[in-house]
């Protein structure tokens, strides 16, 4: 008798840190809104993208764009290998999505990997040839930074004026 009693606590133990397991990595509204809001920090929608992505309640068009906003906040933060694992990520979902490509290659330009962020731009143009992207700059030539801001990116005070900061893409409210 005391061998059932012991399995049973065992598994209402199992059941309860997996629900609270589960609990925790469920998204409030806020941090659904800051990661979807353009005006957010970007520690705030690094916080706020990774509960979205733990979350598991989007659809796969808004998961490729919470990987993609939260791999802005990475970049604006320079933490350059997260920024790339994160576009990355947005691109195995939604594997045209020209602004991530964009971005990307906004990442590897400023790891100086110049072939691999011209090769981004160029898919970038593939997708969208009527949005005018960054041009990639020919490396060796002065600056290496795209001549030409994207229509999804902007300036952030304090930032240069010729530094593209990207901006984030904001989702309908509904969920699938």
């Given amino acids: 008798m005391a061998c059932k009693v012991h399995w049973a606590y065992r598994a209402l133990m199992v059941s309860a840190l ?3 397991a589960a609990s925790a990595l469920a998204q409030t509204p806020q941090q659904r809104e800051i990661c979807y809001r353009t005006s957010a920090a ?3 929608t690094i916080g706020g ?6 979350g598991g309640k989007e659809s796969q068009d ?3 764009i919470a990987y993609y906003n939260r791999g802005i906040g990475y970049q604006n933060s320079k933490d350059y290998e997260l920024a790339l694992k994160d576009y990355d990520q947005a691109l195995r979902l939604r594997p045209a999505y020209s602004s991530a490509f964009n971005n990307r290659g906004n990442v590897f330009q400023s ?3 110049y072939e691999r962020a011209i090769q981004d731009y160029d898919q970038a143009t593939r997708i969208a040839p009527n949005d005018p992207l960054p041009s990639a700059a020919t490396p060796g030539a002065g ?3 795209p001549t030409r801001p994207s229509p999804i990116s902007t ?3 304090g930032s240069s004026p010729t530094t593209p900061m990207p901006t984030k893409t904001a989702v309908s409210s509904t969920t699938t």
């Fill in 143 to 145: 600056s290496a930074r």
């Fill in 62 to 64: 808004n998961l490729a």
């Fill in 49 to 54: 993208c990774t509960a979205v992505i733990q």
């Fill in 18 to 20: 997996a629900f609270a």
């Fill in 42 to 44: 970007d520690d705030q």
């Fill in 155 to 157: 300036k952030r005070s």
């Fill in 111 to 113: 790891l100086r990997q």
